[in-house]
Each structure stands twice: as structure tokens, then as C-alpha cells.
């Protein structure tokens, strides 16, 4: 294969695109990356990122061999690519392309991180009302002398581990793939951590997660296939990840946030965190939250959700929660974020604003007042009518609205035949609601967003 042939000039910003395939990066040409040459390459890459991707190349082969040249190239892509998860870090970062795609966003696991840190210095009784706490609290009593000592069981090209260590743990990190080994340890480097950081090569399946305070695992959700959303899927597979949970002081375990209810370990508590209104994973904690000595009880147990980059968490207002109240449409439709949906804390972002469901089975909240909260959209309801095309068609005609943005929750119309189906005329923009109402398939028609 022509060693530039993954190098297009279909690419976005970066200036050439980098296909995702981890045959484009390989541990030799990675090594050579790190020397003394390979860093000037790298930096010449970096310079002409940007550039047409086949003068990029053309330019750099005047110095490099081919090799050099297309790691380089890859590398200078794979960084600007990661600039949106890792912001400026990524710029001195390395990255293999299943290894960007798989890492953990660095605000994400900056506050696990900061997470890990508070419930080990404090106990873990979570706070009373709805809203609880930042999760950035700081902790009520000082550090215990020693460092954490983590151990991140599939790190990775250090996503997590790198926030770890930056939190001041002490981390050990085991992958299988020798190449992501060699990434994470350079990314150690380059961030400074490496004096905190042991990385190596092994299976997570021989780890003794009782040689250290704390078990970190983000099981890899790629299979040959593609992405798997079956925790016995997972590598290393659901089973050993229990196992090394139930061996582990406290442990710490990213999921993908729809995990089936039924693979979360008895006890745990399960936090769903979603960044800037995505939700984006899953962490079960398991073991002696309220650190040593302590342990999931209470409020602290069960599920909380979590907003970043604000920092607000919801949990369960108690073991047996009051569902919330369904009643009649009020003049707003809340739209709760995902993690509050996920954690199954609708009723508690109800209250939040004073509301109700508009129908028991489906997370739409309604309410006469305008409420500001960061766990819902709020939009203001201007007509309610049984779905009908016909109707919603001339209605939309009548107000002249040719604009819509369709959600719908509970409805299983397609959202784009739907829009075709509109044939939207005019200048007007408006909100469409589609879900149930008391089972009924019903529309809500509402004013648009005004712009933040
Ligand atoms: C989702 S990624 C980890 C991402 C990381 N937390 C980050 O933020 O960069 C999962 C990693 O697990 C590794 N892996 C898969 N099976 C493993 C096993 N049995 N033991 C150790 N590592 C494994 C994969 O090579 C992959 O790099």
C-alpha cells in the first residue's frame, strides 16, 4: 500500500484526513517518533497542518524517509483531532486512532479524578435535597500522607490515567496492545506525570487489584464489529471486570451509558455523566466509598447524574423514591438532560421545577412556571393536538412555520420522513414535541429556543 494512500484531502480542519486504522500508526514507527529526528518531523508535521495533504507529504520527503514521514503526518492529524477532547494538551500529546476514539474527554475524567480524591479523604454520605453537591467539593479532612495508589487496568493511551496522576494518585497502568502502551507512557512523559506513572504491558485478568487503594477499569467496547453495547462483549469481558471489582478496596468502573440496569453489581452506586447535554458514560463505584472504613450507604448508594462541565450532580432522594406526580400540560414542557433520564431522576429534576409528568411512562416534564435549571430545557407550550400529519401539516402551514426541530420521545415516527412528509413553507420557527400523552401519540407545538 502506498504509505501516504490514508492521507486525503477530504480532511476538515486538520488539513488531511487520517483514516481510522491502527495500521496506520505502528510501535517502530512510534518509537522513531520519540527520538531526537522523529520529534523534528513531528514538528515540521504539526507546522504544516493545514497544508494541501499531498504537498504536506511531498515536502516532508525531502528529509524523512517514507516511514517517518507518514507517522509524523499521522500524528500532526490524530492531534489536531484531539484538540476537542484534550483542548491544548493535545498539541504535545500522542494518539493511536482507536485510542483517541476510545479515550475519556480530559473533563470527564478530570472529575472522576477529583471524585476518586474527595471520597477518599472524607466520608461518602451524599448531601440532602435533590441537588447535591459539586462533585469538585472539597474534601472535609486532609489527605492521608501517601499517594492513592491506582491501578488502571486498561488504560489505554491514558486518557484517565493522566487526569489520575495530575489529581496527585500514584497510577499503574496495564493494556494489552504493546503500541498503546508505548503511547500512554510517552503521554505521561509529555504531560509531566511519568514520576507518578508506571505503565506496562499485560492482561487485566492478572492484576491483584488488592495490592492497591483503588481498581480504575474502562473496558474496551470494540469488537471486530464495531462497537458493543453487551457488557460480555467488552474486553476484557464483564465477568473478569466483576471479579477484579469484588477483589478491589474501592473500584471504579467507565461504562457505556446504556448498560443494561441488570449488569450493575448490587450495592454500587452508578453515576451517569453527560457533557454539554450528552451523555457520555457510565462509572460504577463499588467498594469502600466513604474511603477506608467507609462504605456505600444510604443516599450515597444507587444512582446520581452529572452535569459537566458545571459540575452539578442530582442523586436519588432515597431507596424508595416517590414517583413523580402526571397531570395536566402546563405552559412549559421540560426536557430533562440524559444523565437525569439515564439515573432514572426524572421525578427529582419534577421537583426541581415544580412539575409533572404528562404521562407516567415518558420523561417529559410539565409545569405552569418558568423554571431555570441546568437539568431540562424548558420550551414554552403554544398548542397540544392528537398526532395527526393532516393537522400538525396545516397548522404548521397556517402559522407559516418553515422551520422546525423535531423531538420526539415515546413515538415511533421517523423524525426525517416526518419532516419530508411537512413539506414546510415559511419563515416562521417553532419546537415539535412529539411523544404520549396518557398514552394518546400527541403533538406539542412550541415557540423555539430564543439563542442562549
Ligand atoms: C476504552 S480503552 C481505555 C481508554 C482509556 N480509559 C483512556 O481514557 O484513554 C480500553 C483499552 O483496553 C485495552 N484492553 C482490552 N482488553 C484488555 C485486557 N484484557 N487487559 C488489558 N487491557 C485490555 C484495549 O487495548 C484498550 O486500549
Redesign the pocket.
Known sequence: MDKYSHLTPSAGRSGYAVALTSDDVDLDAFTELLTPRGQEALARAGELAGADPVAAATTLRRTYDAALTSAALTQAGLRERAKAKFGEDAAVMYFTP??LE???RAEV?EHRARRLQTMTRRTCEAPTGPEAESAAAPPTEPAAGKALHVV??????????LALARAGCAVTA????PL?VAVAAANARALGVDDRVTVRA????RIRPEEYDVLFA????RTGRGRTFDPMAY??PWP?VLDLISRAGLACV?VAPGIPYEFIPEGAQTEWVSYKGEVKEATIWTGQGGGRGGRWTGRAAGRRATLLPGGHSLTAAGATATPAPVGPAGRYVYEPDGAAVRAHLVAEVAELVGGRLLDPLIAYITADDPVDTPWATRYEIEDILPFSLKKLRALLRERQIGNVTIKKRGSAVDIERLRADLRLKGGNSAVVILTRILDKPSVLLCKPLSPA
Not at 488502571?152 to 490515567?161: K, S, V, W
Not at 499485560?202 to 485478568?205: H, I, P, S, V
Not at 474502562?218 to 467496547?221: G, I, L, M, S
Request: hydrophobic share 25%; charged share 25%; aromatic share 0%.
Open positions: 482507536h485510542g476510545q479515550s475519556t475524567a488502571d487496568a486498561c488504560c489505554g493511551i491514558g486518557g484517565d490515567l496495564v493494556d494489552t496492545d498503546t499485560g492482561d487485566a485478568a474502562d473496558p474496551a467496547r474486553s476484557p473478569v467507565k
